[in-house]
C-alpha cells in the first residue's frame, strides 16, 4: 500500500494565484481529512468527508477556501484567490469508516497521513 | 468541545535517558486517545492509541502511554531514547460515539543530546 499520496510536496506561488492541492487517499478508506499545519495554530481541521460527500467544513478559513471529493479515490483542497497567511502545511489524511462496528473494535478512527503539501505565499 | 494540552514545546534529553510527554485532555464522556510522531518533513504517524481497557497501552518504537482518567491525562513515556526518536510529537483526542474529528495538541519538539 502506497499511503495517502500529496501532490505537490512543495509549492511556491504569488498572491492572488490559484492554489490547487490534491490527495489520493488508501484505497478502501472512505473518510478523508484535510488539516493545515501552522506554527501559530498547530493543525487544524479544515474540512471532511465520508463516502465522497463534505461532512463538515467547519474550520475551512475562508470562501477563498474549497475542497471537493469527487470519487473515492481523488480530493482537492483550492485556494482562489491565495494570500500570504495561508503559507503552511496542509496535510490530507484518510481512515476506514467500517458500518456496524464499534469503532473500539474496528479501529475506525486511525487516521494515516500523507507528507503535506508545503505552500508558501508570497 | 475537546481539547487537548500539551504543556512542553520544546523538551531535551540526552540519547539513552528515559522520557515523558506530558498531555493533558478536556473532555466531557470516554475519549479516544492517540499519539502521533511527526519526523521533519514527514507526515504524523501514528505511534499507539487508547480506545477502552487496560489504561497502559503499548506503541511502536518502544513508546508506551498511560491513561488516567482522573487526572486527564495520556502521558507518553520511553525508557530510553534514541537518536532517532528526535522529532515532534502530538497528543489528539476524538470522541468515543461516532467519533468524526480529532483534535490535535500543540505538540512537543524533542531534541535528542548524544
Known amino acids: 500500500d502506497a499511503g495517502v499520496i500529496q501532490s505537490p510536496r512543495h509549492e511556491v506561488t504569488e498572491m492572488g494565484q490559484e492554489v490547487t492541492l490534491r490527495c489520493k487517499p488508501i484505497?478502501?478508506?472512505?473518510?478523508l481529512f484535510w488539516y493545515r499545519q501552522t506554527m501559530m495554530r498547530g493543525l487544524e481541521l479544515l474540512i471532511y468527508f465520508n463516502n465522497n460527500v463534505p461532512i463538515d467544513d467547519s474550520g475551512m478559513p475562508e470562501d477563498r477556501f474549497s475542497a471537493k471529493m469527487p470519487n473515492a479515490s481523488f480530493s482537492t483542497l483550492k485556494i482562489q484567490p491565495s494570500e500570504p497567511r495561508d503559507s503552511a502545511v496542509y496535510f490530507c489524511?484518510?481512515?476506514?469508516?467500517?458500518?456496524?462496528?464499534?469503532?473500539?473494535?474496528?479501529?475506525?478512527?486511525?487516521?494515516?497521513f500523507g507528507a503535506g503539501s508545503r505552500l508558501t505565499v508570497l | 468541545a475537546q481539547s487537548v494540552t500539551q504543556p512542553d514545546i520544546h523538551i531535551t534529553v540526552s540519547e539513552g535517558a528515559s522520557l515523558e510527554l506530558r498531555c493533558n485532555y478536556s473532555?466531557?464522556?470516554?475519549?479516544?486517545l492517540f499519539w502521533y510522531v511527526q519526523s521533519p518533513g514527514q507526515g504524523l504517524q501514528l505511534l499507539l492509541k487508547?480506545?477502552?481497557?487496560?489504561?497502559l497501552v503499548q506503541g511502536i518504537k518502544g513508546f508506551e502511554a498511560e491513561f488516567k482518567r482522573s487526572q486527564s491525562s495520556f502521558n507518553l513515556r520511553k525508557p530510553s531514547v534514541h537518536w532517532s526518536d528526535a522529532a515532534e510529537y502530538f497528543c489528539a483526542v476524538g470522541r468515543f460515539q461516532g467519533a468524526q474529528k480529532l483534535v490535535f495538541g500543540q505538540g512537543t519538539r524533542l531534541t535528542i543530546n548524544p
Open positions: 487508547y480506545f477502552s481497557g487496560d489504561t
Open positions: 489524511a484518510s481512515r476506514p469508516v467500517r458500518r456496524g462496528l464499534p469503532l473500539r473494535i474496528s479501529g475506525a478512527n486511525v487516521l494515516t
Open positions: 484505497s478502501g478508506h472512505n473518510s
Open positions: 473532555y466531557g464522556a470516554t475519549p479516544y
